[in-house]
Protein backbone atom coordinates (compact mmCIF):
# COMPACT_ATOMS: atom_id res chain seq x y z
CA UNK A 1 0.00 0.00 0.00
CA UNK A 2 1.34 3.47 -0.99
CA UNK A 3 0.07 7.00 0.18
CA UNK A 4 -1.28 9.09 -3.05
CA UNK A 5 -3.11 12.22 -3.40
CA UNK A 6 -3.60 12.13 0.28
CA UNK A 7 -5.06 8.49 0.25
CA UNK A 8 -4.73 5.17 0.57
CA UNK A 9 -4.02 3.84 -3.24
CA UNK A 10 -3.84 0.10 -3.73
CA UNK A 11 -0.70 -0.64 -6.65
CA UNK A 12 -2.26 -3.87 -7.57
CA UNK A 13 -5.51 -2.11 -9.03
CA UNK A 14 -3.57 0.24 -10.87
CA UNK A 15 -3.08 -0.20 -14.93
CA UNK A 16 -1.64 1.85 -17.46
CA UNK A 17 -5.03 1.18 -19.39
CA UNK A 18 -7.32 2.58 -16.37
CA UNK A 19 -5.10 5.70 -15.76
CA UNK A 20 -5.55 7.41 -19.13
CA UNK A 21 -1.68 7.13 -19.97
CA UNK A 22 -1.96 4.84 -22.33
CA UNK A 23 -3.95 7.08 -24.85
CA UNK A 24 -1.60 10.28 -24.41
CA UNK A 25 0.94 8.99 -26.90
CA UNK A 26 3.81 8.32 -24.20
CA UNK A 27 4.79 12.14 -23.73
CA UNK A 28 4.18 14.29 -21.01
CA UNK A 29 6.05 17.52 -22.68
CA UNK A 30 6.97 19.56 -26.14
CA UNK A 31 11.10 18.81 -25.75
CA UNK A 32 10.96 14.90 -25.26
CA UNK A 33 14.55 13.31 -26.04
CA UNK A 34 14.34 12.94 -30.26
CA UNK A 35 14.98 9.46 -31.62
CA UNK A 36 13.03 7.90 -29.16
CA UNK A 37 8.43 6.78 -29.42
CA UNK A 38 6.38 4.30 -27.49
CA UNK A 39 5.89 2.14 -30.21
CA UNK A 40 10.23 1.69 -30.41
CA UNK A 41 10.47 1.39 -26.34
CA UNK A 42 8.10 -1.48 -26.56
CA UNK A 43 9.53 -3.30 -29.36
CA UNK A 44 12.85 -2.86 -27.47
CA UNK A 45 11.35 -3.93 -24.04
CA UNK A 46 9.84 -6.97 -26.01
CA UNK A 47 13.22 -7.71 -27.64
CA UNK A 48 15.06 -7.86 -24.60
CA UNK A 49 12.67 -10.14 -22.23
CA UNK A 50 12.77 -12.40 -25.42
CA UNK A 51 16.52 -12.52 -25.26
CA UNK A 52 17.18 -12.28 -21.83
CA UNK A 53 13.92 -12.84 -19.48
CA UNK A 54 12.20 -11.06 -17.01
CA UNK A 55 14.43 -11.27 -14.25
CA UNK A 56 17.09 -9.44 -15.57
CA UNK A 57 15.18 -7.00 -17.26
CA UNK A 58 15.47 -3.25 -15.86
CA UNK A 59 15.00 0.19 -17.34
CA UNK A 60 18.67 0.81 -17.34
CA UNK A 61 19.34 -2.09 -18.99
CA UNK A 62 16.49 -1.01 -21.87
CA UNK A 63 18.26 2.65 -21.74
CA UNK A 64 21.68 0.94 -22.68
CA UNK A 65 19.80 -1.04 -25.26
CA UNK A 66 18.35 2.25 -26.88
CA UNK A 67 21.73 3.76 -26.41
CA UNK A 68 19.87 6.60 -24.09
CA UNK A 69 19.44 8.09 -20.58
CA UNK A 70 17.20 6.22 -18.54
CA UNK A 71 15.71 9.18 -17.69
CA UNK A 72 15.08 9.80 -21.24
CA UNK A 73 13.02 6.13 -21.10
CA UNK A 74 10.55 7.93 -18.69
CA UNK A 75 9.68 10.76 -20.83
CA UNK A 76 7.50 7.75 -22.46
CA UNK A 77 6.02 5.44 -19.90
CA UNK A 78 5.64 6.61 -15.71
CA UNK A 79 6.93 3.39 -14.00
CA UNK A 80 8.55 0.20 -15.27
CA UNK A 81 4.80 -1.88 -14.42
CA UNK A 82 3.66 0.46 -17.07
CA UNK A 83 5.82 -0.50 -19.96
CA UNK A 84 5.57 -4.29 -19.05
CA UNK A 85 1.64 -3.64 -19.42
CA UNK A 86 2.53 -2.32 -22.69
CA UNK A 87 4.58 -5.11 -23.81
CA UNK A 88 2.29 -7.76 -22.66
CA UNK A 89 -0.69 -6.53 -24.73
CA UNK A 90 1.85 -5.80 -28.16
CA UNK A 91 2.33 -9.52 -27.90
CA UNK A 92 -0.86 -10.78 -27.88
CA UNK A 93 -1.27 -8.98 -30.90
CA UNK A 94 0.42 -12.20 -32.33
CA UNK A 95 -2.14 -14.10 -32.03
CA UNK A 96 -4.54 -15.04 -34.75
CA UNK A 97 -8.19 -14.62 -33.68
CA UNK A 98 -10.22 -16.83 -36.19
CA UNK A 99 -13.56 -14.57 -37.71
CA UNK A 100 -16.88 -15.36 -35.77
CA UNK A 101 -18.57 -17.78 -37.42
CA UNK A 102 -22.21 -18.17 -37.73
CA UNK A 103 -22.69 -22.25 -37.93
CA UNK A 104 -22.59 -23.38 -33.95
CA UNK A 105 -20.49 -26.11 -34.92
CA UNK A 106 -17.61 -23.86 -35.98
CA UNK A 107 -16.93 -23.45 -32.47
CA UNK A 108 -15.07 -26.79 -32.05
CA UNK A 109 -12.56 -25.74 -34.59
CA UNK A 110 -12.41 -21.89 -33.07
CA UNK A 111 -11.76 -23.10 -29.60
CA UNK A 112 -8.82 -25.35 -30.74
CA UNK A 113 -7.09 -21.90 -32.79
CA UNK A 114 -7.95 -19.77 -29.80
CA UNK A 115 -6.04 -22.53 -27.72
CA UNK A 116 -3.43 -22.97 -30.48
CA UNK A 117 -2.94 -19.32 -30.75
CA UNK A 118 -2.63 -19.11 -26.51
CA UNK A 119 -0.12 -21.88 -26.53
CA UNK A 120 1.98 -20.85 -29.28
CA UNK A 121 2.23 -17.21 -27.06
CA UNK A 122 3.38 -18.65 -24.37
CA UNK A 123 5.97 -21.14 -25.69
CA UNK A 124 7.55 -17.96 -27.95
CA UNK A 125 7.37 -15.28 -24.93
CA UNK A 126 8.67 -17.38 -21.73
CA UNK A 127 7.78 -13.93 -19.11
CA UNK A 128 4.32 -13.85 -20.43
CA UNK A 129 3.01 -16.42 -18.07
CA UNK A 130 4.11 -14.90 -14.93
CA UNK A 131 2.76 -11.52 -15.68
CA UNK A 132 -0.37 -12.56 -17.10
CA UNK A 133 -0.72 -13.18 -13.55
CA UNK A 134 0.48 -9.69 -12.58
CA UNK A 135 -1.77 -7.08 -14.48
CA UNK A 136 -5.30 -7.21 -15.17
CA UNK A 137 -4.80 -7.88 -18.94
CA UNK A 138 -7.30 -5.21 -20.60
CA UNK A 139 -5.48 -3.84 -23.55
CA UNK A 140 -7.06 -3.95 -26.89
CA UNK A 141 -4.95 -6.82 -27.47
CA UNK A 142 -6.06 -8.82 -24.92
CA UNK A 143 -9.57 -7.43 -25.05
CA UNK A 144 -10.21 -8.87 -28.29
CA UNK A 145 -8.70 -11.78 -27.10
CA UNK A 146 -11.48 -12.37 -24.74
CA UNK A 147 -13.92 -11.02 -26.65
CA UNK A 148 -13.23 -14.25 -29.20
CA UNK A 149 -13.16 -16.47 -26.33
CA UNK A 150 -16.60 -15.86 -25.07
CA UNK A 151 -17.77 -15.40 -28.27
CA UNK A 152 -16.89 -19.14 -29.41
CA UNK A 153 -17.89 -20.32 -25.49
CA UNK A 154 -21.54 -18.98 -26.05
CA UNK A 155 -21.88 -21.07 -29.18
CA UNK A 156 -21.52 -24.10 -27.07
CA UNK A 157 -24.59 -24.28 -26.30
CA UNK A 158 -23.65 -24.39 -22.66
CA UNK A 159 -26.19 -22.60 -20.30
CA UNK A 160 -24.81 -19.15 -19.13
CA UNK A 161 -23.76 -20.42 -15.87
CA UNK A 162 -21.51 -22.68 -17.18
CA UNK A 163 -19.58 -21.33 -19.62
CA UNK A 164 -16.92 -19.36 -17.15
CA UNK A 165 -15.80 -23.04 -16.31
CA UNK A 166 -15.69 -23.76 -19.85
CA UNK A 167 -13.24 -21.11 -20.33
CA UNK A 168 -11.41 -21.54 -17.40
CA UNK A 169 -11.20 -25.30 -17.78
CA UNK A 170 -9.29 -24.92 -21.09
CA UNK A 171 -7.76 -21.86 -20.56
CA UNK A 172 -5.98 -22.22 -17.78
CA UNK A 173 -4.69 -25.83 -19.28
CA UNK A 174 -3.57 -24.10 -22.06
CA UNK A 175 -1.88 -21.68 -19.73
CA UNK A 176 -0.10 -24.70 -17.32
CA UNK A 177 0.88 -26.88 -20.38
CA UNK A 178 2.25 -23.39 -22.50
CA UNK A 179 4.14 -22.10 -19.80
CA UNK A 180 5.94 -25.46 -18.62
CA UNK A 181 6.56 -26.34 -22.31
CA UNK A 182 8.43 -22.47 -23.01
CA UNK A 183 9.86 -23.26 -19.84
CA UNK A 184 11.61 -26.50 -21.20
CA UNK A 185 12.64 -24.88 -24.59
CA UNK A 186 13.99 -22.10 -22.85
CA UNK A 187 15.98 -24.45 -20.39
CA UNK A 188 17.57 -26.38 -23.07
CA UNK A 189 18.08 -22.74 -24.81
CA UNK A 190 20.15 -22.07 -21.74
CA UNK A 191 21.97 -25.22 -21.72
CA UNK A 192 22.84 -24.88 -25.10
CA UNK A 193 20.81 -28.43 -26.20
CA UNK A 194 18.48 -29.57 -28.09
CA UNK A 195 14.96 -30.23 -26.66
CA UNK A 196 15.42 -34.46 -27.47
CA UNK A 197 19.08 -34.36 -25.66
CA UNK A 198 17.67 -32.68 -22.92
CA UNK A 199 15.07 -35.35 -22.61
CA UNK A 200 17.66 -38.26 -23.25
CA UNK A 201 19.92 -37.11 -20.70
CA UNK A 202 17.33 -36.23 -18.12
CA UNK A 203 15.48 -39.60 -19.08
CA UNK A 204 19.19 -41.32 -18.68
CA UNK A 205 19.64 -39.70 -15.45
CA UNK A 206 16.63 -40.24 -13.80
CA UNK A 207 16.45 -44.29 -14.63
CA UNK A 208 20.25 -44.35 -13.05
CA UNK A 209 19.33 -42.18 -10.21
CA UNK A 210 15.79 -43.60 -9.32
CA UNK A 211 16.34 -47.29 -11.22
CA UNK A 212 14.23 -49.11 -7.67
CA UNK A 213 11.87 -46.24 -7.34
CA UNK A 214 8.17 -47.38 -7.83
CA UNK A 215 7.85 -44.61 -9.87
CA UNK A 216 9.71 -45.60 -12.62
CA UNK A 217 8.27 -49.09 -12.98
CA UNK A 218 4.75 -47.09 -13.55
CA UNK A 219 6.06 -44.76 -15.84
CA UNK A 220 8.20 -47.04 -18.27
CA UNK A 221 4.65 -47.94 -20.32
CA UNK A 222 3.69 -44.50 -20.86
CA UNK A 223 7.27 -43.81 -21.64
CA UNK A 224 7.26 -46.62 -24.20
CA UNK A 225 4.26 -45.62 -25.43
CA UNK A 226 5.90 -41.94 -26.88
CA UNK A 227 7.86 -44.48 -29.36
CA UNK A 228 10.58 -42.55 -31.46
CA UNK A 229 8.43 -39.74 -31.38
CA UNK A 230 10.50 -36.19 -30.74
CA UNK A 231 10.17 -34.27 -28.03
CA UNK A 232 8.22 -31.62 -30.31
CA UNK A 233 5.54 -34.44 -31.45
CA UNK A 234 5.17 -35.53 -27.72
CA UNK A 235 4.36 -32.06 -26.69
CA UNK A 236 1.69 -31.54 -29.76
CA UNK A 237 0.26 -35.03 -29.51
CA UNK A 238 -0.45 -34.78 -25.60
CA UNK A 239 -1.54 -31.20 -26.27
CA UNK A 240 -4.17 -31.98 -28.87
CA UNK A 241 -5.10 -35.60 -26.77
CA UNK A 242 -6.09 -32.98 -23.66
CA UNK A 243 -7.66 -30.80 -25.93
CA UNK A 244 -9.84 -32.93 -27.06
CA UNK A 245 -10.41 -34.16 -24.00
CA UNK A 246 -12.18 -30.85 -23.34
CA UNK A 247 -14.42 -30.71 -25.70
CA UNK A 248 -15.65 -34.28 -25.23
CA UNK A 249 -16.42 -32.92 -21.80
CA UNK A 250 -17.59 -29.83 -22.95
CA UNK A 251 -20.50 -31.22 -25.64
CA UNK A 252 -21.01 -34.30 -22.99
CA UNK A 253 -21.86 -31.25 -20.22
CA UNK A 254 -24.18 -29.89 -22.93
CA UNK A 255 -25.87 -32.98 -23.22
CA UNK A 256 -26.89 -33.47 -19.87
CA UNK A 257 -28.26 -29.72 -19.51
Known sequence: MVKAAGRTKNTARTSVWLQGKASRGGTRKGDQPSGLDRERITGATVRLLDAEGLAKFSMRRLATELNVTAMSVYWYVDT????????????CGEMRIPEPQSDP???????RALAEEYRGLLIRH????????RYLNIGPNWLAFAVAIQHTVRNTGLPAYAQNGAISAVFQFVYGFGTIEGHYIARCAEAGVSQDEYYREAIGTVHHELAAHEVLESADEL???RGEDTVEEMWHRDFTIALDLMIAGIEALVSRE
Open 80 to 91: KDDLLELALDTV
Open 105 to 111: DAWRDQL
Open 126 to 133: AWVSPLVG
Open 223 to 225: IRA
